[in-house]
């Protein structure tokens, strides 16, 4: 698993993340002399922006059939839907919403192969109403293990305009590895099969890779 760079906070960052943070920090520093009100607004933009994109290691928790959450923030549902582009029809949704105070690295929920991948366009409305889930953009990947079957979609929310996705069809994950991130708010939705154990509910928080979310039938 790659080792993300350290932040100045000595915090690992995610690499996305970098390119904010020198330009928030070097712009404010030059312009501070200039403008204390300018240069300050950007100094505290490129540090918030080290604690946003902040990489912190998890302990992903043992066992073969254990479904870890994707994300760090609150679960703010679970409902019955159809899910025909993976899953192939009836299915669990539980969605997390991520604040701006929420670490926004995403993990593999599962073990498995990435065995479908799919980009849709769309708005951005505030991730954490029902109607994000289906009309903000958002990108989708399917895991395989075994016969087993998941999808995890990352969704843009009212500030989130840049999805990260490092995974690929055909690569393989393990449980908790990091494959991508959501830039400054967003919503994350996992797709899981009818009958799934499903430990959480509405309210909860959960941390990604780390917080045991259900159990493989």
Same mark, same amino acid.
């Given at each position: 698993?790659?080792?993300e760079?350290?932040?100045?906070?000595?915090l690992?960052i995610a690499?996305e993340?970098?390119?904010f943070i020198l330009?928030?920090?070097?712009?404010?520093i030059c312009?501070y002399?200039?403008?204390s009100?300018l240069g300050?607004?950007?100094?505290v933009?490129?540090? *918030? +922006? %080290?604690? *946003?994109?902040r990489?912190?290691?998890?302990n992903?928790p043992?066992?073969?059939?254990?479904?870890? +959450?994707?994300?760090?923030g609150?679960?703010i549902e679970?409902v019955?839907?159809?899910e025909?582009s993976?899953?192939?029809?009836p299915?669990?949704?539980? +969605?997390i919403?991520?604040?701006?105070f929420d670490?926004?690295?995403?993990?593999?929920?599962?073990?498995?192969?990435?065995? /479908?991948?799919?980009?849709?366009?769309?708005?951005?409305?505030a991730?954490f109403?029902d109607k994000?889930s289906?009309?903000?953009?958002?990108l989708?990947?399917g895991?395989?293990k075994?016969? *087993?079957?998941?999808?995890v979609r990352?969704?843009?929310g009212?500030?989130?305009? =840049?999805?990260v996705? =490092? +995974?690929?069809v055909g690569?393989?994950?393990?449980?908790g590895e990091? /494959?991508?991130?959501?830039r *400054?708010?967003? =919503?994350?939705?996992l797709?899981?099969?009818?009958?799934?154990?499903i430990?959480?509910?509405?309210?909860d928080? %959960?941390?990604?890779g780390?917080? %045991?979310?259900?159990e493989?039938?």
């Amino acid at each position: 698993m790659k080792v993300e760079p350290k932040g100045p906070l000595g915090l690992p960052i995610a690499r996305e993340g970098l390119p904010f943070i020198l330009i928030g920090l070097l712009a404010g520093i030059c312009l501070y002399p200039l403008s204390s009100w300018l240069g300050g607004l950007l100094l505290v933009f490129g540090l *918030f +922006s %080290v604690f *946003f994109f902040r990489d912190l290691e998890r302990n992903v928790p043992l066992g073969d059939t254990l479904i870890v +959450s994707p994300a760090d923030g609150k679960v703010i549902e679970i409902v019955e839907v159809s899910e025909p582009s993976f899953l192939g029809g009836p299915a669990q949704r539980l +969605s997390i919403f991520l604040s701006v105070f929420d670490g926004h690295i995403n993990r593999a929920p599962i073990a498995g192969r990435v065995a /479908y991948r799919y980009y849709c366009p769309g708005e951005f409305h505030a991730a954490f109403l029902d109607k994000a889930s289906e009309q903000n953009e958002q990108l989708s990947i399917g895991l395989e293990k075994g016969e *087993f079957r998941c999808l995890v979609r990352q969704i843009a929310g009212l500030i989130a305009r =840049r999805i990260v996705c =490092r +995974s690929e069809v055909g690569d393989d994950l393990d449980c908790g590895e990091r /494959y991508g991130l959501i830039r *400054f708010g967003s =919503r994350v939705d996992l797709f899981l099969p009818p009958g799934t154990s499903i430990s959480v509910g509405p309210g909860d928080r %959960v941390r990604a890779g780390e917080t %045991v979310i259900g159990e493989i039938s």
